[in-house]
């Protein structure tokens, strides 16, 4: 069973990587064909790494998100699957969207990559779960939680482009004002998504379980206290966004920020300090 | 910098700093910056600019809800579009617009010359309702601080450990009997599955429940929560026993059984020994340094002495393994052997009984509905001036979050429009 994984999983990242060529040249080359089979190459492996993951989690008896490299796999899982929402969503307007789905794609494959590398342990069989994880809380609270922020990494790709696309105009003097702002709204409309994912997951669901397993609904351990930053960061970002009109640059560079909280939240916190929620 | 809910030790690491900077930490409460006056000072101005930031905006929502100002009195981000209308009248336009906006199930209603058709308006309030909740959770907070909390923990050799607890509310009295405690495995393994703890409640001097605490899974009394919280080895209770060796002959001269923290003489040796530590996992290095990791790799149990002779001499520190090394302690002439250690496991048990609990779900609950109207849910409003200008009729678009909403909604309502419209030509 884990080899049949580790082929799904494979096969999944080499069609990320050649989705991502098809999307990349669909927007060098403008030629709207080549995007199309970047969406087909996308949810394909999209496809085969939903089963490779529902095998895993059958074998693991839990939803396959005990470990790093498992955690990795589940994210570059809600990569693909928030670039492709937020494409479904946004069809009438595709084109803009094809750089975003060559990024997505490489963020999907390099988080598989990664997940199977020797920096992470590899994908090992799968252990039996300590007890702590076992609580069908593990399932709601990670899953949202990371689907939350596959969404916010569609919005940082998204802000990230158009901040290089910004400069790369000034510099030639070229008007790219239609790109630049379709850009920007994809960025608030993947947030305005993902962000009631990433509070009912991270800070309802998480609530509710560290007071079923710990006797607290909050403790200010490192990674309740980091989600909430991250949580703050696009609370921010909406308001300057609606409140204050803040658009493009500025927007842009709120959901960065906001991505790379987020980034630290799921990986560097468990580096800096051990907490509650270092399992192993 | 640690904090001290996460890292119970915090304040020895800031004791290493020195007594100024001690002092310092300790003046700002940099150590435990969440549960400090200062950070309980900013949650309280946070609650209040909310208070003022939601009594000013709901009742200019509800007004712009209930009644809109039409285009002419201002209309913010609005997007304007136009539908070609040729020579039809404004009856006809009027009630080809209605049609299509039925069909739409939209309803449609006359604000000064313009039909208004909306959706979902009372979702403009979702923000608010957002703010709200997040005041509730800060109301079940505060709550927090008539809780009942604490911990508890019992070894092997502590079985029948009664705990009394007093209700503040209720009044009442009663204890709690840790009756036994254990770990499963997950079959053909030596990983653990779940932990358990058996408990008694005592009330007036009978039986009054049985309860089992499991991961994940705690007991209730009266309100009580219990929480299965640690199981492992109880270090500080650990025995071991230590056998000394005349190094010039290499023979035991003699053998003592402690507990961690009890002294007693090896007479055969003239020398006083105290067990200060046990340890599960100490290591040498290469080098010869120690390094303490427990819970990782193969055991390799150690016990730290306090070695001091009887006729006087210095005292000094020896780390004793199962098996004597080359880096053992020269300063004495017997060296230290573990010879046999027993460590008990041990159970932790928290508990909580909190009243605002139930205001703090209240509040996330809320905090969700909240987010699900406003992002998911959003208003839209069209304004449609039915009166033709130039052969047109203009459609103005109020979204509620910005100018990029709307639009695709708008547009299908426009081409709507322009479908009645044929359709009576």
Redesign the interface.
């Known amino acids: 069973m884990a080899h049949i994984q580790g082929v799904l999983f494979s096969v999944a990242a080499a069609g990320y990587s050649v989705g991502a060529l098809f999307y990349a040249f669909a927007s060098v080359f403008r030629r709207p064909r080549l995007g199309t089979w970047g969406t087909v190459f996308l949810t394909g492996s999209l496809a085969l790494q939903s089963v490779g993951l529902t095998l895993r989690g059958l074998t693991a008896g839990a939803l396959p998100v005990t470990n790093t490299p498992e955690t990795l796999v589940f994210y570059g899982w809600v990569f693909a699957l928030g670039y492709l929402v937020v494409e479904r969503l946004d069809r009438?307007d595709r084109e803009s969207l094809r750089p975003v789905g060559a990024f997505a794609g490489l963020l999907a494959c390099g988080a598989l990559a990664l997940a199977s590398s020797p920096l992470t342990g590899g994908l090992l069989a799968p252990?039996?779960?300590?007890?702590?994880l076992?609580?069908h809380?593990l399932a709601l609270h990670v899953s949202l939680t990371l689907v939350g922020e596959g969404f916010f990494a569609v919005a940082f790709v998204s802000s990230a482009l158009y901040l290089a696309r910004e400069r790369s105009a000034k510099r030639r003097g070229g008007d790219a004002t239609g790109s630049l702002d379709r850009l920007d709204?994809i960025a608030?409309r993947a947030i305005?998504?993902g962000?009631?994912f990433f509070?009912?997951g991270g800070?309802?669901f998480g609530?509710?379980?560290a007071?079923?397993?710990?006797?607290?609904?909050?403790?200010?351990?490192?990674k309740e206290?980091f989600s909430l930053v991250t949580w703050l960061a696009y609370v921010l970002y909406l308001h300057l966004?609606?409140r204050r009109?803040w658009r493009a640059r500025r927007a842009a560079w709120v959901a960065v920020i906001g991505f790379l909280l987020a980034l630290f939240t799921f990986a560097g916190v468990n580096y800096l300090?051990r907490?509650?929620h270092s399992y192993g | 910098m640690?904090?001290t809910?996460?890292i119970p030790n915090a304040d020895l690491i800031y004791e290493s700093y020195g007594p100024f900077w001690h002092s310092v930490i300790g003046a700002l409460a940099l150590g435990d910056v969440?549960h400090s006056a200062g950070f309980s000072a900013l949650l309280a101005l946070f609650a209040l600019n909310l208070v003022l930031c939601t009594a000013g905006r709901v009742p200019r929502v509800v007004r712009a809800i209930l009644r809109p100002a039409s285009p002419e009195e201002g209309t913010r981000n609005a997007v304007d579009l136009t539908v070609e209308v040729g020579e039809k009248t404004a009856s006809e336009i009027d009630g080809a617009t209605r049609r299509a906006l039925r069909k739409r199930r939209l309803r449609a209603r006359k604000v000064g010359g313009w039909l208004v058709a909306e959706r979902c308006r009372w979702s403009r309030l979702g923000?608010d309702l957002v703010h709200a909740s997040i005041l509730v959770i800060l109301v079940g907070?505060f709550l927090g601080v008539y809780q009942v909390?604490g911990y508890f923990a019992a070894n092997e050799t502590e079985l029948g450990k009664t705990i009394p607890f007093r209700l503040p509310s209720a009044g009442g009295t009663f204890s709690v009997r840790v009756d036994g405690f254990g770990a499963e495995l997950?079959p053909g393994?030596l990983?653990?599955?779940?932990?358990w703890t058996r408990l008694s409640v005592i009330e007036n001097g009978v039986l009054a429940a049985s309860l089992e605490t499991?991961?994940?899974?705690?007991a209730t009394y009266r309100g009580i929560?219990f929480?299965q919280?640690t199981y492992g080895d109880d270090l500080d209770a650990a025995r071991v026993v230590l056998a000394a060796i005349d190094r010039p002959v290499g023979v035991v001269v003699g053998s003592v059984s402690l507990r961690v923290g009890q002294t007693a003489v090896l007479s055969a040796t003239g020398l006083e020994v105290r067990l200060v530590r046990f340890f599960t996992h100490l290591r040498r290095t290469a080098t010869g340094s120690l390094i303490n990791a427990p819970g990782s790799g193969v055991p390799n149990p150690a016990a730290l002495i306090d070695v001091r002779p009887l006729d006087g001499g210095a005292a000094f520190q020896v780390v004793a393994f199962p098996n004597a090394s080359p880096h053992d302690d020269m300063q004495s002439a017997y060296a230290f052997l573990l010879s046999a250690y027993e460590v008990p496991k041990a159970v932790g048990i928290?508990?909580?009984r909190?009243p605002g609990?139930p205001v703090?779900?209240a509040g996330?609950v809320l905090?969700?509905a909240g987010?699900?109207v406003a992002?998911?849910l959003p208003a839209r409003r069209l304004w449609i001036l039915v009166e033709p200008r130039d052969g047109r009729i203009i459609l103005l678009v109020e979204p509620s979050?910005?100018a990029?909403h709307g639009t695709?909604w708008a547009e299908s309502i426009r081409r709507a429009i322009e479908q009645e419209l044929k359709g009576g030509w």
């Open positions: 009438a252990q039996p779960l300590v007890p702590a076992r609580s809380w709204r608030y305005a998504l962000f009631p509070t009912l800070l309802f609530a509710v379980w007071k079923h397993a710990w006797g607290r609904y909050w403790g200010w351990d490192p206290t966004r609606v009109g300090v907490g509650l | 640690p904090q809910p996460t969440f923000t907070a909390d997950h393994t990983s653990a599955k779940d932990y499991r991961v994940n899974r705690p929560s929480y919280t928290r508990y909580a909190n609990y703090v779900w996330l905090m969700m987010l699900t992002f998911y979050r910005g990029e695709a």
